[in-house]
């Protein structure tokens, strides 16, 4: 499709266990954003990608979250040990510019479950 | 660090009426502010952006405001329509996020 694709869009794990969660973003677009979302929540960014440049990190909340970008194309957001607390959507999203401008298209979610 | 939020977390209007949404910002230096609206089970989706060199920009049915002497952002819809029903994010740049305001649109 030509839209921002996420896989799972469900995940069921138990607390301890380490997940992954894939983006494939829109092709040509050189910015690509991982966000988390907790029920009831606004969106909690996690980190950005623009081109080659090394990653903004900056909300990662710990060292269990970790996220790697192949090829300047898809994404995967690996979450280490999970907890309880890592229950949420995370949210891909893709654009063709920077952080100061070009629209933001989204992925529809991951959720995942930590039981 | 910077924080973006919003008055209201729910609004209930009728449609055809306008409805105005309303988000605070703290950062002064930032410079793009964005709204999303996302439906149940949807990411997020693009409805206005603006720049901070501007007060004002208007869309199909939306309009959005900027005051930047009070950080201030309003997200103003025109004639609102049951399919405006949904949550509202203001951003402030692409990295912060508000809370959100769901929007319910009366038939």
């Known amino acids: 499709g030509a839209g921002v694709s996420q896989s799972p869009s469900n995940k069921v794990t138990e607390k301890g266990k380490d997940v992954e969660l894939r983006c494939d973003p829109i092709s040509g677009h050189t910015a690509l954003y991982w966000y988390r979302q907790s029920l009831g929540q606004g969106l909690e960014f996690l980190i950005y990608?623009?081109?080659?440049?090394?990653?903004?990190k900056s909300g990662l909340p710990s060292d269990r979250f970790s996220a790697e970008r192949t090829g300047g194309s898809v994404s995967t957001l690996t979450i280490q040990r999970t907890q309880q607390e890592d229950s949420a959507v995370y949210l891909c999203?893709?654009?063709?510019?920077?952080?100061?401008?070009?629209?933001?298209?989204f992925g529809e979610g991951s959720r995942l479950t930590v039981l | 660090g910077e924080s973006v939020g919003l008055h209201l977390p729910t609004l209930s209007v009728q449609e055809g009426d306008n409805s105005i949404i309303n988000c605070a910002y703290s950062?002064?230096?930032?410079?793009?502010f964005i709204w999303y609206k996302q439906e149940s089970g949807k990411g997020p989706q693009f409805i206005i952006d603006i720049r901070s060199n501007m007060d004002k920009r208007q869309g199909q049915r939306v309009t959005v405001l900027l005051n930047k002497t009070v950080k201030h952002l309003s997200l103003q819809i025109a004639a609102t329509q049951p399919g405006d029903s949904a949550v509202y994010f203001c951003a402030e740049n692409q990295f912060y996020f508000g809370t959100g305001t769901s929007l319910t649109v009366i038939p």
């Open positions: 990608f623009q081109g080659n440049s090394a990653p903004d």
């Open positions: 999203a893709s654009s063709l510019a920077g952080v100061s401008s070009g629209e933001l298209f």
């Open positions: 950062n002064s230096a930032s410079d793009y």
